[in-house]
């Protein structure tokens, strides 16, 4: 079984958004953060640090746990009103009462680096010139990398979020692939997975996909990224039994996460030279 690592195409998106960085506005990109959840903090200064790496400003905007939903979308909209910032992301998990999709909605979608505003989600479904959720991208971007061929070929996507499942469906569609969208509620999930010539598992459920799910050849990209009790990271897909069976599957940590980074920052310093 091949292993379809990250590294190598993060670290050429990394250098490509570099010298679209110097090449024109210094971008700025705008992370609204209302969580004391520490993975995610996590991510948040994985992001600043890498933004960094490639000539982009982060700013973190931290509002705190206890934040009122008016106050987090007062702040969205401050922020995509404001002429030297170019990337507005909202970081989740939210306090209760909070919702992500209601707040997304106040980001402008030229500033919408992540895809969160419905608004993107709709003219990405239409087709229309959108950012797409930066994971979904990744997918589709370590799909071309390892020359994946897509046009006629069975997809299943495992998850039906806004974030991924949904997006990459449209994705997927647009370069002429059969798309099955399956959940964790769909019945005997093994008997669709395994028509699969590409699976996505993007479910959020450690080792929801097993030997059973996956057909002799098919190419495996797992989006999960559980917790474990020690601390790291396991995805959606059991690798060690699909590892005979599947022809390649993503790692995590080190698949899908590293090209997300660097696409959500490729999509800043592109939202800072629109017209």
């Known amino acids: 079984m091949k292993t379809l690592t990250g590294k190598d195409l993060a670290a050429a998106i990394r250098a490509q958004t570099q010298a679209e960085a110097a090449a024109g506005a210094p971008p700025r990109l705008a992370v609204v953060v209302a969580t004391a959840d520490e993975a995610s903090l996590w991510y948040v200064r994985s992001i600043a640090k890498a933004a960094a790496g490639v000539g982009i400003a982060c700013d973190v905007v931290d509002l705190g746990p206890d934040a009122a939903p008016d106050q987090i979308a007062e702040t969205l909209a401050r922020l995509s009103a404001a002429p030297d910032v170019h990337g507005v992301m909202l970081q989740t998990p939210l306090p209760p009462g909070a919702s992500a999709q209601q707040l997304a909605a106040a980001i402008d979608p030229r500033k ?85 010539e590409v699976l996505v598992a993007a479910a959020g459920r450690a080792g929801l996909i097993g030997r059973d799910h996956v057909a002799p050849g098919a190419v495996v990209i797992d989006v999960g990224t559980n917790p474990t009790d020690d601390g790291g990271l396991t995805g959606d897909v059991d690798a060690a039994a699909v590892a005979d069976v599947a022809a390649a599957l993503t790692p995590v940590p080190g698949g899908v996460g590293p090209v997300t980074t660097a696409l959500l920052l490729r999509h800043t310093a592109r939202a800072a030279n629109l017209p």
Request: net charge positive; no cysteine; proline share 7%.
């Open 112 to 196: 919408d680096v992540d895809g969160a505003n419905p608004l993107s989600l709709g003219r990405l479904a239409a087709g229309l010139p959108a950012f797409p959720p930066a994971t979904a991208a990744a997918v589709m971007a370590l799909l071309d990398h390892y020359e994946v061929p897509l046009e006629g070929r069975r997809a299943v996507v495992v998850g039906r979020s806004t974030v991924v499942g949904k997006p990459l469906a449209h994705l997927l569609l647009d370069r002429h692939a059969t798309v099955t969208v399956a959940h964790s509620r769909t019945r005997d999930l093994a008997s669709v997975t395994a028509r699969a």
